[in-house]
């Protein structure tokens, strides 16, 4: 686990192109033998150029399926609504064509576990070859794999090309599928748990390398994990999601040091801590519900130790206002909460 460090403020960024990726009431259900069950309920994403967004929130709150409205992955036993638009065009959820345009071209995915995004018969060759070939415009020569695989951070490029999966470690496996990512000249990377699945140190070099993309490259990246050290690292914003909705977005500084959403809170409160002063975890109460089994007012509330009268009511995303100085100027933060906590709940 990751301590929490404040990130070194990348430098504001004057920002005057409309956002990578603006996606608003997003909403995906799966068929079940009982109806559909909502996944994704009404979420709202903005991604700016070279910005890190990230998305947390515990296991089935409905970050990956998100992220495959976003690529236009959805299964065919999803159904879904929302407006999408990537890089200026508007996107129709269920236009797999036009989703196949994109893909690879504007926006590009890595997985968790790389060894299962990358074909055990293969040479890391073989995998380039097949890649650029989709992106005729690049072609497919020696000295562009070369360089793919040097801008995922590979020094020894000619051992690793002729390598199958497994001779490679881990962390060089994500490093070849972060080269084959990047094949199309992508503009947005959806990473979902990329270093889940490596050891610590080559964690934080795979970190490293998607932080020098955005910064070198102006790559927009959605970084799904569990591990709010790792967003507080290197993410510029957080969406905290919870049963199919975001609860609380906004910069990651002023989310994390001083959530507004008793949620946000508990998550911090239940991650262990490597430095600072020993302290008992305190696990959020129950488990979060199934799709099925929806409260039918803040669907935190039977979880939320500050649950009163007025949370049986839907909660929705509103501002919050922190009379803190430090925060002030922090940017666009809201909350889906009815009791939000007052300035100085600190995780
Ligand atoms: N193909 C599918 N068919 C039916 N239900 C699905 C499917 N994919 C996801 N779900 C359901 O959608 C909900 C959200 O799942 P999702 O995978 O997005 O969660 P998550 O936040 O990414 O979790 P994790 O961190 O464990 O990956 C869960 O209840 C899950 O069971």
Known sequence: MTVITSSPAVPPRSRVAAPLIEAEGLSVSFASETGFLPAVRGVDLRLEEGEILGLVGESGSGKSV????????????????GCLRV??????????????????GTISMIFQDPMSALDPLM???AHLHQRLRRHERRGDGEERMQELLRRAGVSDTVRV???????????????????????GEPRILVADEPTTALDVTVQAQVLDLLDDLRRARDLAVILISHDL?????ICDRIAVMYAGQIVETGPVDAVLEQPAHPYTLGLLESRPLLNGPRRKLRAIRGAAPLPNALPSGCAFSPRCG???????????????????????SAGHRLARCHLPLADGAHG
């Open 123 to 125: 040479t890391a060759r």
């Open 229 to 233: 050290g790792v967003v507080a690292e």
């Open 306 to 328: 500050r649950s009163a009268a007025v949370c049986q009511v839907p909660a929705v995303l509103q501002p919050v206002r922190s009379t803190s100085s430090q925060y002030h």
């Open 66 to 81: 998100t992220c495959q409205a976003l690529l236009g992955l959805l299964p065919a036993s999803s159904t879904f609504a």
């Open 87 to 104: 890089a200026g065009e508007t996107l129709v959820l269920g236009d797999a064509l036009a989703f196949e345009r994109l893909r690879g």
């Open 161 to 183: 090309l002729d390598a199958y999966p497994h001779q490679l470690s881990g962390g060089l496996c994500q490093r070849v599928a972060i080269a084959l990512a990047l094949a």
